[in-house]
Every structure is written in structure tokens, then in C-alpha cells.
């Protein structure tokens, strides 16, 4: 089957929590394996360049086994040059209002897991339907998504998991009996989906959807305007697809 080949990689920043005022999901997508090679290619590059800065090893004493290079410690030069980085592809994010979420959901753990899950879910398709928009994708053609997720514990007891979550409301459209509202499909031929939970350390990919999460809650931390800092995350950082929750 020639499926066309969707790689998704998605972190988050921030938690659901009556502490805290945002909660991010954000990261960086990829439409073909050549472009996965190419970002990690050129992210690596990056990370050679400045790896020694965030090392406490002495470098005539240095193993080779660096550390990770997290968004939380990188200085705003160096940050800069991922989110350059990042410009020449697709990426998104969603933004969650803790104050505007109901309490239930915020204080109840399996609800907060639910709710997390639905976030994913929803960013994933308003994802898929920008590159569907752009003709990046078709959907008339099989649909293979990959999507990666940094390891977090994700409590829920829902009746799917992301995965089969994804494939119906994407293949098959879902219908809200609460409020009486339809949604239709945005695939129209075979959809297969993958959901991997990858450690960080090990996948670049997850670490530039680190670095942009951690950027987006930033930005609303500094400026907590909405339309502002979506204004900027758009003109400036060139987020394609952004998400606020509750809408």
C-alpha cells in the first residue's frame, strides 16, 4: 500500500493545575522521511555547535556523553536558533487556560487524563486539517501517522486510546451527543496511526517539541494577552497551527 507518510513529535510544557496558568502541548511535524533526516541532520549540528556551553564535564576530561540540551536551561541566543530551525517546517501547538477549566477536571486525576488526552487528539486533527488545506496531504490517498510523544504518565479511563481515538474521529467522525454535534470525517480513504511514547534523550525530534512548548509558555507567561502573543507566535516564530482550550 503507498501510504503517505505523516511524523508527528509532540511535548508538553506546564500541567494542568490550579498552580499554574497554562498548560502546552506543542511540536513539530514532518511529511516525508527525507524531511526527518534533513531536521535531524541539521538539529544535530546545532547541538555539537553548542553543547560544550551546558556540560559541567572538563572538556580535556569530556566521555562523549553529553546531556540533553533542555529548553528550560538554553539561553535566548541559542533558542533562537532551533526555533530558526523549526520556521522550514510545520508545527503547532495548543494552549490550555487552566483558570477557564472547569474543577472538576483540575482536581480530579483520571479527568485531567482525559481532558489531556482530548487536547492531543484535538491538536492532531486541526494539525491534519491545515496540511489537508495546503495540499500537503491528500486525504483521498492511505494515510499513515506517525506520532511521537515524550514519556509522561497519562491517567485515564476513558473508552479508547489516543490511537483508536485518533482513527475514528479522523477516518470515521465522531458525534457529541451532549451537545448534538456532528463532525465529519477528514480522511477518506485508509488511515493507520502509530503512537509511540519516546524518552527525550534519545530522539531530537522530541527535543525540538520540547524547546517549542517550552517557547509557546513562555510567551504567554511574559504576555498574557491572547491575541498578542498568538500574533507573535505566528509572525515571529511562525507557529503554523495553534489551539486554545477551552474555546
Given amino acids: 500500500m503507498d501510504y503517505q507518510h505523516i511524523y508527528l513529535y509532540m511535548d508538553d510544557s506546564g500541567k494542568i493545575s490550579q498552580h499554574e496558568d497554562y498548560a502546552v502541548f506543542a511540536g513539530i511535524v514532518f ?10 541532520n541539521k538539529y544535530k549540528s546545532i547541538v555539537r555547535n553548542i553543547k560544550c556551553k551546558y556540560c559541567s564535564q572538563v572538556q580535556s576530561m569530556c566521555d562523549g556523553q553529553c546531556p540533553e540540551i533542555k529548553a528550560s536551561i ?47 487528539r ?14 500537503a496531504v491528500d486525504p483521498h490517498k492511505p494515510i499513515y501517522l506517525h506520532i511521537n510523544i515524550d514519556e509522561m504518565p497519562t491517567k485515564t479511563n476513558g ?11 479522523l477516518r470515521y467522525g465522531i458525534i ?28 531530537v525530534g522530541i527535543q525540538m517539541a520540547d524547546i517549542i512548548a517550552n517557547t509557546v509558555r513562555h510567551s504567554f507567561v511574559i504576555n498574557s494577552n491572547y491575541f498578542e502573543t498568538r500574533k507573535y507566535l505566528k509572525e515571529t516564530c511562525k507557529i503554523n497551527v495553534i ?3 477551552p474555546n
Avoid: W
Avoid at 511529511?31 to 535531524?40: A, D, N
Avoid at 541566543?77 to 501547538?93: A, G, M, Q, Y
Avoid at 484535538?122 to 495540499?135: A, P, Q, S, V
Fill in 31 to 40: 511529511t516525508s522521511s527525507p524531511e526527518v533526516s534533513e531536521f535531524k
Fill in 176 to 203: 457529541n451527543f451532549n451537545y448534538g454535534h456532528t463532525f465529519k470525517p477528514i480522511v477518506h480513504n485508509l488511515l493507520e496511526a502509530q503512537v509511540i511514547y519516546r524518552d527525550s534523550k534519545c530522539d
Fill in 243 to 245: 489551539l486554545r482550550l
Fill in 74 to 120: 538554553i539561553n535566548s541566543s541559542d533558542r533562537r536558533r532551533f526555533i530558526n530551525l523549526s520556521k522550514s517546517h510545520i508545527t503547532f501547538c495548543t494552549v490550555i487556560l487552566n483558570q477557564n477549566l472547569n474543577s472538576t477536571i483540575v482536581n480530579n486525576v483520571p479527568s485531567k487524563g482525559r481532558f489531556t488526552e482530548y487536547s492531543q
Fill in 122 to 135: 484535538r491538536i492532531i486533527k486541526k494539525t491534519m486539517e491545515y496540511l489537508i488545506n495546503t495540499r
Fill in 159 to 169: 473508552y479508547y486510546s489516543l490511537r483508536e481515538g485518533i482513527i475514528e474521529e
